[in-house]
């Protein structure tokens, strides 16, 4: 435990180290012709010590009338060591002096232990429980340095009034103590009678109130070097002050603060009185005292208005009624109105220094929603806030439809929807409304309406729907419900693949293979693909990339990239526009049609004979090993398709399945007997 004084002195717990100075601590003043000196040590021991073999005071003149002598005068101001008077001579002091009492029960008493429980505070209590020794040093330096006259009793302090003003003197101040038991470095101090210092005017001096008591604060380290301790003094006039502290207020410890306070309950409130300090030396001089400070306390409310109830009178007026405490009503001086559009404010004064007798207000600007409090002032100028009350007039008018849904669905199904805010003052939330397919009745997403702009949902993604639905609904504190919001479709992730095309027929020709499929039946496909296998050339049965549709009408494709006589598969597949890939179709085996020869019909024509509705073709063979003959026909802007099979030896064909007003084309080719097919020859035919 350290205490503080203002010689600077601590206590210990143990004998100091060698290593650890051990000394004396002055303080002299000069005053109305004399000098008086004040001294301690520094460790508990060195005190104890002290008091048995004393302190032996010399002084020494150094100058005299402002010049140096040239052979300083020593004189032993006591007989002998300066020691603590006998126990005895401090009866008569003790029994009016409480420091007195205090410094001789710390130096002589057998057993040491303070109880005031009166003036007991935590320090004191921390010191008390601190072991004796610790106990009487601190408690004697603390009992001295408020008495200047127990100083003295205690073989601390000395008067020398054998002193000239026109003299200066140092004092030398030595422990008695044999140095074989503790060495203490003695000390000195230089003074003379004429060097009178006025003790300043105690300063920052400031009081306020606090918890039905008034807090005194000011400056105590600035001034410690002349001050020890403080008396607090307080008039109801300002004139006449009577001091209130028993014991001299002081600082016992260090602190971060540089100020001390004093707390005084309040004689009566409402109530002028004025307060001051004085301050106390080591040598018992009292200060001039400080500037007087005048405050003045109400006692404060310690109750809160209660709205009690709200009868609306249309949908701009109520008249608000509120209770308050008959035994804390005559503290009040006023109220306000207060008022905000939310319950967590701002709220803002809208009706001010309503009567203190007031119980009711008609108030006539109510918007949809409104939010009040009331404050009452009570005579100190403290507050009691009510808490909030709720007022809203007759309303079926519904928010307006919500603007602004948009939303997005990542790869996991987490859907996050926002929306734009609504501006009505009374509005509650919204409801969230989901469908999963067109048609399908909405449903709500939650019990409950929520308050904010934004709503995350998840939806399952393995679903054979394409797309997911929302629509949102605002809705007030009446519970007036707005229009539904534009619905709001929104693409779900694709986690299925399309269905597979599937060949459902080929057709061989010179030009190639023809194949014809069945498209996938899913709705998202982005194109389809035909992959083909070589069959024949052993190391090539990998399938290749041959044709990849550009639109998603188109069920048709000529692989005209063929080895004649070669043996193919063919497959297919789909993918969607997620990039998704379905299964391959099953394999069409496809065997092209064999080498081509050179050309077989040579020269290709035709007659028309409208009387008799027909178109005669005829042609010449230049190959004897002709098999048959095969002739294509169609009408203008559609594909060439098989349309008779002819004997090798025929040299005309007829034909009468025509229609007036169209354009035909016809094609032979000859098929011979190896299997090979002869060069194509067209003819078009306007009928």
């Known amino acids: 435990m350290i205490l503080v004084f203002p010689l600077k002195l601590k206590a210990q717990n143990t004998p100091p180290a060698e290593e650890e100075t051990v000394k004396i601590i002055v303080k002299a003043r000069a005053k109305e012709g004399k000098v008086m000196l004040r001294w301690g040590v520094n460790e508990k021991y060195a005190w104890k010590y002290g008091n048995t073999y004393g302190y032996s005071i010399e002084r020494v003149t150094i100058l005299r009338d402002g010049k140096p002598l040239l052979k300083p005068e020593r004189k032993i101001l006591t007989g002998g060591p300066v020691k603590p008077k006998p126990l005895q001579e401090w009866e008569s002091i003790a029994s009016t002096n409480d420091m007195a009492a205090v410094a001789a029960q710390a130096i002589y008493g057998e057993d040491f232990e303070v109880n005031d429980e009166e003036n007991s505070s935590p320090v004191m209590q921390v010191v008390l429980e601190s072991e004796e020794l610790d106990r009487r040093f601190g408690f004697s330096m603390f009992a001295i340095d408020q008495d200047f006259t127990a100083a003295q009793y205690a073989g601390l302090g000395l008067v020398d009034t054998d002193v000239k003003t026109n003299e200066k003197y140092l004092y030398n ?214 808490p909030n009350n709720m007022v809203q007039p007759i309303d079926s008018v519904p928010p307006v439809k919500p603007v602004g849904l948009e939303g997005t669905i990542d790869s996991l199904g987490l859907v996050k929807l926002t929306w734009a805010q609504n501006n009505e003052p009374d509005l509650k939330g919204y409801k969230i409304f989901r469908a999963d397919r067109p048609g399908q009745e909405f449903t709500l997403l939650g019990k409950y309406s929520i308050n904010k702009l934004f709503y995350t949902d998840t939806i399952n993604l393995r679903s054979f729907n394409p797309k997911v639905f929302y629509k949102i609904m605002a809705i007030d504190h009446r519970y007036n419900e707005s229009e539904y919001s534009e619905v709001l479709a929104l693409n779900r992730p694709d986690k299925i693949p399309p269905t597979s095309p599937v060949f459902d027929s080929y057709k061989l020709s010179p030009d190639g293979v023809l194949l014809q499929w069945t498209k996938s039946s899913s709705d998202d496909v982005a194109r389809e693909i035909i992959y083909r296998k070589n069959m024949n050339t052993p190391g090539t049965e990998v399938w290749e990339k041959v044709y990849e549709t550009q639109n998603d009408t188109l069920h048709r494709y000529m692989d005209k990239n063929v080895i004649p006589g070669t043996k193919y598969f063919y497959t297919m597949v789909a993918i969607d526009n997620a990039g998704l890939e379905s299964n391959p179709s099953p394999p069409l085996s496809v065997s092209a049609i064999g080498q081509l020869v050179a050309q077989g019909v040579k020269g290709l024509y035709a007659s028309v004979d409208r009387e008799n509705k027909l178109i005669t073709l005829a042609w010449r063979l230049n190959i004897t090993n002709a098999h048959e003959l095969l002739l294509y026909k169609k009408e203008e802007g559609q594909p060439y398709t098989l349309y008779q099979t002819i004997e090798p030896d025929q040299k005309l064909f007829t034909d009468t399945k025509l229609y007036p007003n169209t354009t035909y084309g016809y094609g032979v080719k000859v098929v011979f007997k190896d299997g090979s097919i002869g060069g194509w020859q067209e003819i078009k035919v306007v009928y």
């Open 173 to 386: 101040i030595k422990s008695a103590i044999p140095e074989d038991l503790m060495k203490i470095e003695p000390s000195g101090i230089f003074i003379s009678p004429s060097e009178e210092e006025e003790l300043p005017k105690p300063v920052d001096f400031a009081g306020y109130y606090y918890n039905n008591a008034f807090v005194l604060v000011w400056e105590y380290d600035l001034l410690q070097e002349y001050y020890t301790s403080y008396d607090l003094q307080r008039s109801e006039d300002g004139i006449t002050f009577k001091t209130l502290n028993k014991t001299p207020i002081t600082k016992l410890a260090d602190t971060g603060f540089s100020g001390i306070s004093y707390t005084d309950s309040i004689p009566q409130f409402g109530k002028n009185y004025w307060y001051r300090i004085t301050g106390r030396s080591l040598f018992d001089e009292k200060s001039e005292p400080s500037e007087a400070l005048q405050l003045i306390a109400f006692e404060e409310l310690q109750a809160t208005p209660v709205f009690e109830e709200n009868v609306i009178l249309s949908d701009t007026e109520v008249q608000l009624r509120w209770s308050f405490p008959e035994q804390e009503a005559w503290k009040v001086q006023k109220f306000d109105l207060l008022r905000s559009d939310k319950a967590v404010g701002p709220y803002d004064v809208v009706v001010g220094d309503i009567d203190a007798k007031a119980r009711n207000y008609r108030y006539k600007k109510l918007k949809p929603v409104n939010y009040f409090k009331l404050k009452a002032y009570g005579t100190g100028g403290d507050t009691q806030t009510s």
